[in-house]
């Protein structure tokens, strides 16, 4: 079992910087990949950012490149999505989860663990 705790989110102007992390506890010693998901009010829920622990491969969606960045810290178990020049749409629940292999990496349903969520406001 791995356990993931989402921290960083609140409330930033449009332009605006936040910096989630994801702390990953339990069985963490296995490599996997851990991927930021968001999803605003009355919308599915949608791919951001990913990465792989052990090659440090990393993906993100169009809507997010250029302005979003994925990182992690083996010593922490930390992933972190630091978040720049927010946009009103960028408002969402983001959720990092986790999983053994890279394949689908976009994709919710391959994903075996989930943090609780935490809440990106960006007011115009």
């Known amino acids: 079992q791995v356990q993931l705790v989402e921290s960083g989110g609140g409330l930033v102007q449009a332009g605006g910087s936040l910096r989630l992390s994801c702390a990953a506890s339990?069985?963490?010693?296995?490599?996997?990949?851990v991927g930021w998901f968001r999803q605003a009010p009355g919308k599915e829920r949608d791919f951001v950012s990913a990465?792989?622990?052990?090659?440090?491969?990393?993906r993100y969606a169009e809507s997010v490149k250029g302005r979003f960045t994925i990182s992690r810290d083996n010593a922490k178990n930390t992933v972190y999505l630091q978040m720049n020049s927010l946009k009103p749409e960028d408002t969402a629940v983001y959720y990092c989860?986790?999983?053994?292999?890279?394949?689908?990496?976009?994709?919710?349903?391959?994903?075996?663990?989930w943090g609780q969520g935490t809440q990106v406001t960006v007011s115009s």
């Open positions: 989860a986790a999983k053994r292999d890279w394949g689908g990496y976009g994709v919710q349903g391959t994903y075996d663990y």
């Open positions: 990465i792989h622990w052990i090659t440090s491969s990393t």
């Open positions: 339990g069985r963490t010693s296995s490599p996997y990949v």
